[in-house]
């Protein structure tokens, strides 16, 4: 029986992961079926430091495969601001929100360009070995929120593609383009292929 433990305990995050896995591991668990809490410090200026170091500590901790991202939102206008810092932005998704709408007050649409990137760390425990996968989208910046589904920026982060922000997408529509859900595609491909 193939075990994963996604690194996350976040429930969408979780489902969302789980789903596009679903094939190829048979037992999945998220940080929240353990007792005990394995505290990881993200402290590198990189997603991909933190990212390898939250899979190893946890995969090593539990002794079974682990999956697990870290992501940011880098604004072309504030230097790649907020970026690994993303999550640290601001206590609540909305103090998050409003902190970079009020650093982008004036600033014109086409200079509102931002990216949106996804790493992530699948390490095996046997063989001390963590392997990368990255994801990214390009978009813009609103100047107000728009839509109320999903979490974090999604209100205001425009896609040209779509028209939309993904705060107005379908759960489905943003999984299958966002930059999670393009480094999960990889992953996925790589599982596929290394089965072969
Ligand atoms: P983390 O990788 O889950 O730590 O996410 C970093 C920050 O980016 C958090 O503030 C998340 O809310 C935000 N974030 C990550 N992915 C998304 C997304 O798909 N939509 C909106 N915000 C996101």
């Given at each position: 029986m193939r075990q994963i433990v996604i690194a996350t305990s976040n429930t969408g995050k979780f489902k969302e992961i789980r789903d596009v896995l679903a094939d190829a591991f048979d037992r999945f668990y998220s940080l929240n079926d353990f007792d005990e809490k394995v505290l990881v410090e993200?402290?590198?200026?990189l997603y991909v430091e933190n990212v390898i170091k939250k899979a190893r500590k946890i995969g090593d901790r539990f002794g079974i495969e682990t999956i697990a991202d870290d992501s940011g939102l880098e604004v072309e206008a504030l230097?790649?601001?907020?970026?690994?810092?993303s999550a640290r932005y601001g206590d609540t998704d909305d103090e998050r929100i409003a902190r970079l709408l009020s650093e982008l007050e004036g600033v014109e649409w086409k200079k509102r360009g931002a990216v949106f990137k996804a790493y992530l760390a699948f390490y095996i425990p046997e063989r001390e070995v963590s392997y990368v996968f990255y994801g990214a989208l390009s978009g813009y910046i609103t100047f107000e929120k728009r839509g109320d589904q999903g979490f974090g920026y999604d209100p205001v982060f425009y896609v040209p593609e779509y028209d939309k922000a993904f705060a107005e997408l379908t759960m489905e529509v943003k999984n299958s383009i966002s930059h999670r859900g393009r480094a999960l595609h990889a992953f996925s491909k790589f599982l596929n292929a290394v089965k072969k």
């Open positions: 993200e402290d590198s200026p230097g790649g601001r907020p970026g690994v810092l």
